[in-house]
Structure formats: C-alpha cells, structure tokens
C-alpha cells in the first residue's frame, strides 16, 4: 500500500503516519524529519536546506525529489510507504506519479487531514519532541506519560523546532496555501482522494484514516496482526 497524508502545518500527519507504520509495517517517509537530519550532519543538501527552512519556505523541487528518490529505493519501501510532508507541489506529485510508473506502482489513497488554522497554530505552539527517538509529543494534547521523560526511550532531552515560532509558522501557512493546496485538485481528479476531520482526539483521526484504508481494500487483517 502506498498512501499520502496530506495537510497543512500541525495537522497531525507524522503522529498518524507513525500510528499507521507500526499497524501496517510499511516505510514511513517524512521529508521534514530527513531534511532535519540533513541539516544536523551538515551535508551539502542540510546546507542548502537550512536558511529555506528557517525562512519557512519550501526546499527546491530538485533537491526534495532527488532525496525522496533514493529513500524509495530503500528496503522498508518494498511493500509500501507512507508519505508525511511529500509532494508539497504539482511538479513534486508529478515526479512521484513517473517514479511509480516506472516501478509498476500506484498510490492507493492520498488522504487529507483538515484542521482550522486556530487550531493548527495551537498544536504547532506546544509541539516537541524526544531529542533522543524523535518521539513527537504536545505540551496539552500529546503530553509524556511521565512528565520529563519520554515515553519511548526514557531520555529526558527534548526539542523544539526552530520553525515552529510564530513568524516562520505563518510563512509555511502561506506556503502551504499557495504551493500545496494546488495538489488536492491534482488528485481529486483521480479516484484516491479522501477527506479525514483532523480536529478530532488522535485515535478517532487513526480509526477515521484506517476506515479510508479499509474501503480502498487495504486489509484490515494487516492492521489486527500487529496488534
Ligand atoms: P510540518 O510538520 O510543519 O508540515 P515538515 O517537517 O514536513 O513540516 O517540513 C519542515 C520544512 O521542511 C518545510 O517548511 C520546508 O521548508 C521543508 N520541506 C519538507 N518537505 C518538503 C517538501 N516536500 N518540499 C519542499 N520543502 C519541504
Ligand atoms: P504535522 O506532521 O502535520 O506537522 P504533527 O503530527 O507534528 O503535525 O502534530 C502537531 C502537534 O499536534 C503535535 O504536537 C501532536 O502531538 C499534536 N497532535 C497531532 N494530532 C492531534 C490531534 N488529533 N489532537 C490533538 N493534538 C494533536
Ligand atoms: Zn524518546
């Protein structure tokens, strides 16, 4: 199964991409999480990457496609992917569409998860991280079990994104409206196109997109397997 999450900043798409990879054992693939990995090595796309991403802006088509190219090819990929934070433009979805072709592949569902703009402003603001297993958290919503240490590893050294401060979150806002947005009627045209409510708890937003998987034939026997 190969699906997209799709949506704005703060909308929940790599804390469901990461449910959906532990139901469903495929890749996940969140192009935010492997540029910030790029920056922190200090490679040469990290560099070209840095100043773009503090600017809130998008990293050029070239690059992302390049670097989404090479994660495809990767073992965990073989029987599918999630994609978190790719494509954020037409010519991205248009690449990935060639890059399937090319391996006999299709997508299976590309599923958008609306969240009104107060809300992701909010999510965004008390969003953080483990330092150490990049487990995803929120101050209110998302809080560890025991405050200080992460549920997943036990490290007690959190992060917080250098992009998520207010003036850089109304950049990506903008990017998202102007550069993203366009893709929805590029796959609306196509019958892989589904809308989840976002605003709704964490688990009725996983039951919401597992429904979607369900009904464009992903086995639900997969997800009871992993338990
Ligand atoms: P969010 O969680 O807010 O959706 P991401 O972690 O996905 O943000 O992305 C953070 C930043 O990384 C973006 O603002 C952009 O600069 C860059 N980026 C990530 N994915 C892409 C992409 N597919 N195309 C261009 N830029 C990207
Ligand atoms: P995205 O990857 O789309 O930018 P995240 O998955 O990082 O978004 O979620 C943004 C923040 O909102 C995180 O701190 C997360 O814990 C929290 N969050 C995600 N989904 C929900 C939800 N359904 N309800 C409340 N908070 C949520
Ligand atoms: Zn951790």
Known sequence: MNIILLGPPGAGKGTQAKVLQEHYHVGQIATGDMLRAEVKAGTKLGMAAKSIMEAGALVPDDLIIDMLAHRLSKPDCRHGFILDGFPRTVPQAEALDAMLAEQKQDLRAVILLKVDE?????????????????????????????????????????????????????????????????????????????????????????????????????????AEDAG
């Open 118 to 222: 107060d809300v992701l402003i909010e999510r965004i603001a008390g969003r953080f991280s483990c330092a150490q297993c990049g487990a995803g958290y929120h101050e209110t919503f998302q809080p560890t079990a025991k405050a200080g240490v992460c549920d997943k590893c036990g490290s007690t050294e959190f992060v917080h994104r250098p992009d998520d401060n207010p003036v850089t979150v109304k950049q990506r806002f903008t990017a998202y409206n102007q550069q993203t947005a366009p893709i929805v009627p590029y796959y609306q045209a196509r019958n892989i196109y589904y809308e989840v409510d976002g605003m709704a708890d964490l688990d009725d937003v996983s039951n919401a997109i597992e429904a979607v998987l369900r009904k464009v034939g992903v086995p639900a026997q997969v």
